[in-house]
T-cell receptor, first 118, second 105 residues
């Protein structure tokens, strides 16, 4: 049973870069059956896909965020990371990391609330 | 761009059956998944590949898909089923529906 845990600063200044890490346990991030994804949820709103990546570094981004998003992976630590640049208040919300098997996400982290404010 | 459309809200009486729909062009040839999210919790996978249910999910949850519409059915809805429900599909991008708030009263 995979477990995922998000970590990172809960407060980011406007125009700054949001940096989060997801640590995978209970399995290897190099598992070829899984993609690793980030999804966010603004307060009171629905789920928004940010991007997915494979352990070999292949990445897939939401076109609406692509210019500001970078995903990376550290297989030695079973971690993958998200960087979102030029943040504004609209980027405030709960950020989830999740494991995607085929077409669906079957394991999710508990989520991390990120606030963009000065 | 592709979108997945869900009704914002659905109400059902306890013990009755609730139907939550998800419509979008991409569903014609892509699998739908469904997630349940209760306040303050992470989403939980309920249905994958249109109609498959993880072993931990109660049998009262079922899924189906026809044409460009996927449907989540909750048979014998219970108070504990009050939650937001999201559909999701995947091509090269992942799409989520806007979510449906289920009220059981």
């Amino acid at each position: 049973q995979l477990q995922l845990q998000e970590s990172g600063p809960g407060l980011v200044k406007p125009s700054g870069t949001l940096s989060l890490t997801c640590t995978v346990s209970g399995g290897s991030i190099s598992n070829a059956f899984y993609f690793w994804g980030w999804i966010r949820q603004a307060p009171g709103r629905g789920l928004e896909w940010i991007g997915n990546m494979f352990f070999d570094g292949a990445t897939y981004y939401n076109p609406s965020l692509q210019s500001r998003v970078t995903l990376s992976v550290d297989t030695s630590r079973d971690q993958f990371s998200l960087k979102l640049s030029s943040v504004t208040a609209a980027d405030t919300g709960v950020y989830y990391c999740a494991a995607k098997r085929g077409s669906y996400y079957d394991f999710w982290g508990q989520g991390l609330l990120i606030t963009v404010a000065s | 761009s592709y979108e997945l459309t869900q009704p914002p809200s659905v109400s059902v009486s306890p013990g009755q059956t609730a139907f939550i729909t998800c419509s979008g062009e991409t569903l014609n040839d892509k699998f739908a998944s469904w997630y349940q999210q209760k306040p303050g919790q992470s989403p939980r996978l309920l249905i994958y590949q249109d109609d498959k249910r993880p072993s931990s999910i109660p049998e009262r949850f079922s899924g189906s898909s026809s044409g460009n519409t996927a449907t989540l059915t909750i048979s014998g809805a219970q108070a504990m089923d009050e939650a937001a429900y999201y559909c999701q599909a995947w091509d090269t991008s992942t799409l989520f529906g806007g979510g449906t708030k289920l009220t059981v009263l």
